[in-house]
């Protein structure tokens, strides 16, 4: 395979035995590779244990199981996308072909925009500008499509300042890059590679903080079709289509159905419906002072979180990583009581029943071990006093002896000196 890889363009999955979301997506893999070769692409479907052959995993960087990447020549691009059988093709179709794709012709244009949601087009010749949409088309390629075209192709609505140019077709409309006022090309496409409003879920959310957008989220029910519920929605997106030119370099605009990835992002419990600004690379989040009622409230709360008036909270510092910790770790257990308790019973259940085992054991010992120290020591403290002074009877015998020794001598004293006076 390291021989002869650069002869042909390799879709490969790095997966790991053990890994549970490897098992998952093999079933779509296998599909994957039945529909490629179904088309006649020539793009090759393959799959590597990355545990057996560590080294070729690690020349293309494979730091995580499943990892599903392009090979092309001597460039390896990176699937970031939905584990979908459709999405997966999409991407190789993409990237294994030409890095520009030339519109020839107003039907083939028409054609391609209506596949397209977000569509971005090179108009001119020969220039600087076209040689770092080039490269910048070698980098984003796995995000999206760039194509070519003369200025006689494009629709009879589009007006152009000056050639060359890059446009954008989106939201129904066009933008023009300007780099006095949208500044780096690829900064640029990176930022309008999305629609202008979206339905968000959890992997979307991840993609757009690439772009350092703040999120703009109306977070709802979809199956709930009250009032309030949609008025938030309208909300959302009629400041996303009547104040694009004020807000779209800083704001992304969407809704998101159900509050459940929201409170894990935000370690708490929001009500819906609601609405709330993320700042996604910090992990820092804006909730509204007062109700939303319409699209100027809403306005005016964008304003407020421009201008540094709104409170920030959450965020990445020190304190908010180690409540994130217990959280992550509080949900977790929490999840696995939810789905079985009984497995939940023993998982946790049985390792704190043997520490505490353990701990009563250690502490029952000490305590018997110190009386039983405590009394040895005054025992012998004890003997070393009956050895050293011996009892009160034998040091009043003692003295007594002494006494008894004196007075025999007084008197031997006595006799003497009778004795001489005689």
């Not at 599909?31 to 393959?46: A, D, L, Q, R």
């Not at 052959?53 to 020549?73: C, D």
């Not at 011996?390 to 007075?407: A, C, I, R, V, Y």
Request: aromatic share 10%; charged share 30%.
């Amino acid at each position: 395979f390291k021989e002869n890889r650069k002869d042909d363009i390799w879709l490969v999955d790095f997966y790991a035995p053990w890994c549970g979301h490897c098992k998952k997506l093999e079933p779509v893999w296998n599909e994957v590779g039945i529909e490629m070769k179904n088309m006649g692409s020539p793009v090759k479907v393959g799959k590597m244990d990355a545990t057996s052959f560590s080294s070729i995993a690690s020349e293309f960087g494979v730091r995580g199981y499943p990892t599903i990447k392009l090979l092309k020549g001597d460039l390896a691009y990176n699937y970031r996308g939905p584990r979908t059988k459709d999405d997966i093709i999409e991407f190789a179709n993409r990237v294994a072909g030409p890095l520009i794709r030339p519109l020839p012709s107003q039907h083939m244009f028409e054609h391609v925009q209506k596949r397209h949601h977000v569509l971005f087009v090179y108009v001119g010749g020969e220039s600087p500008l076209k040689e770092k949409y080039i490269e910048v088309a070698s980098e984003l390629i796995v995000y999206t499509y760039f194509f070519s075209a003369s200025e006689d192709v494009l629709p009879e609505y589009v007006t152009l300042p000056e050639l060359p140019a890059v446009v954008v077709f989106k939201d129904g409309t066009y933008f023009v890059y300007d780099e006095y006022e949208d500044g780096d090309l690829s900064s640029w496409i990176n930022r309008e590679r999305f629609q202008g409003y979206l339905n968000v879920d959890g992997f979307t959310l991840y993609e757009l903080g690439d772009t350092g957008k703040l999120v703009a989220i109306a977070v709802i029910d979809d199956k709930n079709s009250s009032v309030e519920h949609t008025r938030l929605k309208s909300i959302i997106q009629e400041v996303a289509r009547d104040y694009r030119d004020h807000f779209h370099r800083v704001f992304q605009f969407g809704h998101m159905d159900g509050n459940d990835y929201i409170n894990s992002l935000l370690m708490d419990d929001l009500t819906i419906p609601t609405i709330v600004v993320l700042n996604t690379s910090n992990q820092q989040y804006f909730l509204p002072e007062r109700h939303i009622e319409n699209a100027e409230d809403m306005v005016q709360f964008i304003n407020n979180i421009l201008d540094g008036t709104a409170e920030a909270q959450g965020g990445d510092g020190l304190m908010q990583r180690i409540k994130r910790i217990i959280y992550d770790a509080k949900s977790t257990v929490m999840s696995v009581f939810k789905s079985s308790p009984l497995l939940g019973c023993f998982l946790f259940g049985l390792p704190l029943g043997v520490i505490s085992i353990m701990c009563y054991g250690i502490c029952t010992a000490d305590t018997d071990g110190g009386v039983d120290e405590h009394e040895a020591a005054k025992k012998e403290n004890g003997d070393r006093e009956l050895t050293d002074e011996g009892s009160e009877e034998e040091q009043e015998e003692e003295k007594n002896g002494k006494h008894t020794e004196l007075s025999d001598g007084e008197l031997k004293q006595k006799d003497i000196m009778e004795k001489k006076k005689d």
